[in-house]
């Protein structure tokens, strides 16, 4: 084991050996030693600074919680510090990946006809009309209408009082009426 973590022999390892000991230090050393070409990589391939020193974090914590036996031999952790690297921005891209689907689906129509003799003009007319709306507006709808929920649930769901959704509600269905034709907002 390394008496003194700051000693350039000692191995990655070690430094991981005496980080787990107990002494802070040996941690502060490895983290040192790799973190800057771990950020170059992770920038690489994100092309995003927050995003590369998020990962370069994340992959030092999955070192420490690590039981890896690939870890136990002696040398550098380079490669498992990179394929961990790359392992975690891989995965954040497919979940930022679906994230935007997610969002694109849901952008492109806010409800679907629960009548299939609705007429699909009318359908898209309100489902754009929707979408105008300011979102606190938009929630008490949805949650009102389209989620079944009574005023005081959706005042209980959003943490507001009774009055301020019923008023949200009451705007919402104004604007609602004014671009869809019908009264006066």
């Given at each position: 084991?390394?008496?003194?973590?700051?000693?350039?022999?000692?191995?990655?390892?070690?430094?991981?050996?005496?980080?787990?000991?107990?002494?802070?230090?040996?941690?502060?050393?490895?983290?040192?030693?790799?973190?800057?070409?771990?950020?170059?990589?992770?920038?690489?391939?994100?092309?995003?600074?927050?995003?590369?020193?998020?990962?370069?974090?994340?992959?030092?914590?999955?070192l420490v919680q690590a039981g890896d036996?690939?870890?136990?031999?002696?040398?550098?952790?380079?490669?498992?510090?990179?394929?961990?690297?790359?392992?975690?921005?891989?995965?954040?891209?497919?979940?930022?990946?679906?994230?935007?689907?997610?969002?694109?689906?849901?952008?492109?129509?806010?409800?679907?006809?629960?009548?299939?003799?609705?007429?699909?003009?009318?359908?898209?007319?309100?489902?754009?009309?929707?979408?105008?709306?300011?979102?606190?507006?938009?929630?008490?709808?949805?949650?009102?209408?389209?989620?079944?929920?009574?005023?005081?649930?959706?005042?209980?769901a959003v943490d507001a009082p009774l009055?301020?959704?019923?008023?949200?509600?009451?705007?919402?269905?104004?604007?609602?009426?004014?671009m869809l034709g019908g009264e006066p907002?």
């Amino acid at each position: 084991m390394v008496s003194t973590v700051a000693e350039p022999e000692a191995t990655d390892r070690d430094l991981l050996g005496a980080y787990r000991a107990g002494r802070p230090g040996a941690f502060d050393a490895l983290y040192a030693r790799h973190r800057d070409p771990l950020y170059l990589h992770a920038r690489a391939l994100t092309r995003d600074d927050a995003w590369a020193e998020d990962a370069v974090h994340e992959t030092f914590l999955r070192l420490v919680q690590a039981g890896d036996p690939r870890l136990a031999g002696s040398g550098s952790l380079s490669p498992f510090l990179h394929t961990t690297l790359r392992r975690i921005v891989i995965d954040r891209h497919r979940s930022r990946t679906a994230a935007v689907r997610r969002e694109q689906a849901v952008g492109e129509r806010w409800i679907r006809p629960s009548d299939p003799a609705a007429d699909p003009a009318q359908v898209a007319e309100l489902d754009a009309a929707l979408r105008r709306l300011p979102p606190e507006q938009l929630e008490a709808v949805l949650l009102h209408i389209y989620g079944g929920m009574t005023f005081q649930e959706v005042a209980d769901a959003v943490d507001a009082p009774l009055k301020t959704i019923i008023s949200r509600y009451g705007y919402a269905l104004d604007k609602l009426a004014h671009m869809l034709g019908g009264e006066p907002e």
